[in-house]
């Protein structure tokens, strides 16, 4: 056995309820690594990448995340949809070409996120899995 010495931390043991809270909140728009970060006390994401290395606990891990990438498409597309129907404010008569060009990336932005996080649904013809 390797001595690792004082300051070796014990890695976080995978528990189901705990990795549905971690999906619950990447469901809900946080990052992978934010979701790791808010859970109390916070778990490193290099733990919960290892439970996708784990023979043991990488086949529940895998769906519980792939239901949450499905989750997490939902709410980015429900973001895309407000920011395409967001109103391009006018400067005089003209509209503000900053907002358009702000708007035009988020877009752009919002339907890269949702075409990899569930490409069966939202993908265009041929970039599905």
């Not at 309820?17 to 971690?22: G, M, N, R």
């Not at 999906?23 to 994401?45: M, T």
């Not at 070409?97 to 013809?125: C, S, Y």
Request: overall charge negative; glycine content about 6%.
């Amino acid at each position: 056995m390797v001595d690792l010495g004082p300051d070796a931390r014990q890695a976080v043991p995978y528990a189901r309820e705990l990795a549905e809270s971690i999906c619950d909140a990447f469901a809900e728009g946080a990052s992978l690594a934010g979701a790791c970060a808010e859970q109390v006390p916070p778990v490193p994401l290099e733990d919960v990448i290892g439970w996708s290395l784990d023979e043991e606990t990488r086949d529940e891990w895998a769906q519980l995340m792939a239901d949450a990438c499905e989750a997490a498409a939902d709410v980015l597309y429900d973001e895309l949809c407000r920011v395409a129907d967001e109103e391009v404010p006018a400067i005089g008569e003209r509209r503000d070409a900053g907002f358009v060009t702000w708007k035009g990336a988020r877009m752009r932005w919002l339907r890269w996120m949702v075409e990899r996080l569930h490409p069966d649904r939202f993908a265009p013809a041929g970039l599905s899995r």
